[in-house]
């Protein structure tokens, strides 16, 4: 599981070295080499398990960005730790206006901090 793109869809063998990588970002942390980058790329789905080419020299359509086994769309923007950091950031702070915000908290939930769920949870 690659740590940087937290939702990669497929897996790229590199050229140099024969790893398959979720990333260029994983490749250099465990190689000792830059990233040797080819036009035709090896990737395996994710989701189907299966190997399938991609030549990036060709003509690039929207199909290309399925897989070709099972059509899992692999082309998808990347969500990375930041992301996932900034989602956290914002239910943070949606939690604590919830907070200050008396109508919607007993007091005793201040004292406790909780999911947003399960306050609201509990006020049906
Ligand atoms: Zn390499
Ligand atoms: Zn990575
Ligand atoms: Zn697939």
């Known amino acids: 599981m690659c ?3 937290k939702n990669a869809q497929v ?4 050229a140099c070295c024969h790893r398959w990588v979720d990333c260029v970002e994983c490749h250099n942390e465990i190689a000792d080499h830059p990233l ?12 189907c398990r299966k190997a399938f080419r991609k030549n990036l020299t060709d003509e690039i359509d929207e199909s290309d960005e399925y897989c070709p086994h099972c059509d899992n769309h692999y082309v998808i923007p990347a969500v990375t730790e930041a992301d996932v950091e900034r989602k956290r950031a914002e239910k ?3 939690k604590r ?3 200050f915000d008396i109508r919607y ?3 005793e939930d201040l004292l406790f901090t909780e999911d947003m769920e399960d306050v609201t949870s509990r006020l049906g």
């Open 3 to 5: 740590k940087h793109i």
């Open 11 to 14: 897996s790229i063998r590199t």
């Open 36 to 47: 040797l980058k080819t036009a035709e790329l090896t990737l395996i789905c994710k989701k």
């Open 92 to 94: 943070e702070l949606e």
């Open 97 to 99: 206006r919830a907070a």
């Open 105 to 107: 908290v007993k007091e």
